[in-house]
């Protein structure tokens, strides 16, 4: 099966990038992340699949992206009813949008989708995604223990966790080899590098050295030695990556691919509003911030007006905080959240009212995670095919350089 178009496998074959393997097909080694609310929908992993790369649909809240869905479940009453409601209507959206991918890629790539373990409808998500023909599930904010268990009917989908450390690398393959089931791949994340909840407990711990590629692959790589698995499995770099010297670097410490998020999240294909891209585009590091989400996560994200008002006040909403007597959004998006469930510690904020507000492009209240690093194209809208372009070549086209 031809998986990468032709231009793309010749590209590949003259550059010093090396393929990847997932499965049975030989793939580019460069992953799309999956960006919610909605950032990463039908149209960039598709296209991103297309072209011979893994296309990574978000599963959160996709129902924002089809009208009749939101119709159906905007201003219910707070409620047992509504969850059901909102809950449905999020399922029947993933198998819309894995079914609109898969148009779009065609027989390129591989499809995934990433279903965040600290959602409360993580498990159904994962089956209703299984249900619908996915060719990969990614698993991040948290550790996805009982995922060989959701996908036991499904031997050959890939299941791929996301993890930031040997620690973590170490507890989920002894627990998944006692399920008679290996990680196809394990993404690796730098929460130094990476947008979005970050894989540490503090923010303080962003910086330590545990989480850097030149420690984090070697010491994996000598653990799948010592501990005699079956096969190799293949790491996949993600943070940070912005250019065909980042891959190779990468490539040369052992990792077998690398993901992206924010360079993707930018491309005309991304499925976000286009203010929400030149937001994007336009930061700097120096417009980047590190606090705590609301899943008690460390997040980053750019500096915008509604994340500067919550940063100055979050200490005040924290010495106040309580349990609510019911989600604001009527449904339990997380199953724990620091706004609803009075954790103080955590973000006292509702995460999808500001992810929805940035996927629409509302500048002023939105919230828009993004990973460090300038992008391939400074702040210029390209599109996912002259970014596979850039990262196979290392060339960048004048008018962006």
């Not at 507000?357 to 599109?383: E, M, N, T, Y």
């Amino acid at each position: 099966m031809q998986v990468i178009p032709s231009d793309l496998q010749q590209l590949l074959i003259n550059s010093p990038i090396q393929p990847m393997q997932l499965g049975d097909r030989a793939l580019l080694p460069i992953v799309q992340g999956g960006m919610g609310v909605g950032v990463s929908g039908h149209r960039l992993a598709g296209t991103v699949a297309g072209l011979g790369g893994v296309g990574t649909l978000s599963s959160v809240d996709l129902r924002r992206h089809h009208p009749d869905l939101m119709a159906r479940t905007t201003g219910l009453p707070p409620g047992e009813a509504a969850k059901v409601a909102i809950d449905a209507a999020n399922l029947e959206a993933i198998d819309r949008e894995i079914r609109a991918a898969r148009a779009v890629a065609g027989q390129g790539g591989l499809l995934a989708i990433n279903v965040m373990r600290a959602v409360s409808e993580y498990a159904a998500s994962v089956r209703q995604a299984l249900a619908s023909g996915i060719d990969a599930i990614v698993v991040g904010a948290g550790l996805p223990l009982d995922l060989p268990d959701l996908a036991k009917d499904h031997p050959r989908t890939l299941l791929i966790p996301i993890l930031s450390d040997v620690r973590g690398i170490q507890l989920i393959v002894k627990k998944w080899e006692r399920k008679k089931r290996l990680p196809d791949a394990i993404v690796i994340e730098h929460p130094r590098l990476a947008g979005g909840h970050l894989g540490a407990a503090r923010v303080d711990d962003l910086h330590d050295p545990r989480f850097d590629f030149e420690r984090v692959i070697p010491e994996a790589q000598a653990f799948f030695r010592s501990a005699g698995l079956e096969r190799e499995i293949p790491l996949i770099a993600a943070g940070g990556v912005r250019s065909q010297a980042d891959v190779v670097r990468l490539q040369g410490l052992g990792a077998a691919g690398v993901q992206l998020g924010t360079p993707f999240a930018v491309t005309t294909e991304g499925d976000a509003h286009p203010a929400f891209k030149q937001v994007l585009a336009d930061a700097r590091d120096e417009d980047l911030a590190e606090f705590v989400s609301v899943a008690g996560l460390p997040a980053r994200a750019v500096r915008t007006p509604w994340l500067q008002a919550y940063m100055k006040i979050e200490s005040r909403l924290q010495s106040v905080a309580h349990v609510k007597s019911r989600c604001t959004k009527a449904f339990d998006c997380l199953a724990q959240c620091g706004l609803r469930d009075g954790l103080a510690t955590w973000g006292q904020f509702c995460i999808d009212n500001q992810l929805a507000a940035a996927l629409r492009g509302d500048v002023r209240k939105g919230l828009f995670f993004r990973g460090v690093g300038a992008l391939p194209f400074g702040s210029q809208i390209r599109s996912v095919r002259e970014l596979m372009v850039c990262l196979l070549t290392g060339q960048v086209p004048a008018s962006a350089a």
